[in-house]
């Protein structure tokens, strides 16, 4: 747990672009907690650097590859739910006199683990291409060997994000405790059982914010620069 009142920027010594047709090409890993930001930040980082912001596109692609719905792969995505689980779910709405013999879809028994996979490949292959700022999947922990990739991780006091998150999105003080319980522990379960990591470890990340007690727009800057300060350096 980082302590209650942090602000902590610590970067290795690690290039942030490498060069392709002359220009910098950036990429950068966001973790964010619930209320913290990372769906505002993310976007406008990716703006500010010319690259492309890389988060639905991702299970956009894992369903390409697997050969399954953009919903599927959607439902799938950053979640780590057992098998009977899902024929359970996908049984819900069927009688008991149905379910005899019920034979469930192919995307209920294809294993989460090839959903995971796919992710990491569509992750690598995108960042590849064109650079860009990839939001959650264990982003940091996927590209923690790439050469040039920045990580980050947005995060502050819970009390800090339930206001924030009411604040975006418009949302009750109940609705948004419940929300940060539950996708918290949906994130942190998924890297957990993955890749055996905590996300809220700092050692996966070069860069440290609290997005709660900085405002959004200077945790914006500060990341544009650190990626833009790393490439005057290095040039």
């Known amino acids: 747990m980082w302590p209650r009142d942090w602000t902590h920027t610590r970067l290795r010594s690690v290039n942030v672009f490498f060069e392709m047709g002359g220009g910098a090409m950036y ?3 966001l973790s964010a907690a619930y209320g913290a930001g990372g769906g505002v930040v993310g976007p406008a980082v990716a703006e500010r650097l010319g690259v492309p912001f890389i988060d639905r596109a991702i299970p956009a692609q894992v369903a390409t590859d697997l050969g399954v719905s953009y919903e599927d792969a959607l ?4 979640q780590c739910k057992g098998w009977l689980q899902r024929v359970l779910t996908a049984a819900a709405p069927m009688s008991s006199d149905f379910m005899i013999g019920y034979a469930p ?3 209920v028994l294809l294993p989460d683990s090839e959903f995971v996979a796919c992710t990491e490949t569509a992750i690598r292959k995108a960042v590849g291409e064109k650079g860009g700022v990839i939001l959650g999947r264990a982003g940091a922990i996927v590209l923690r060997d790439h050469p040039t990739a920045l990580h980050v991780r947005l995060d502050g006091d819970p009390e800090r994000r339930v206001r924030q ?6 949302i009750s003080e109940d609705e948004a405790r419940e929300a940060l319980s539950r996708n918290d522990s949906a994130r942190t379960t998924y890297v957990r059982h993955y890749y055996r990591a905590d996300p809220t470890d700092p050692s996966h990340y070069d860069l440290l914010l609290d997005s709660t007690r900085l405002s959004l727009d200077t945790c914006i800057d500060l990341i544009t620069a650190t990626a833009k300060a790393a490439d ?3 040039g």
């Open 27 to 29: 990429v950068v890993t």
């Open 232 to 234: 005057h350096s290095n």
């Open 105 to 107: 879809p192919r995307t």
């Open 165 to 170: 998150a009411m604040s975006m999105g418009s």
């Open 75 to 78: 439902a799938r995505d950053e």
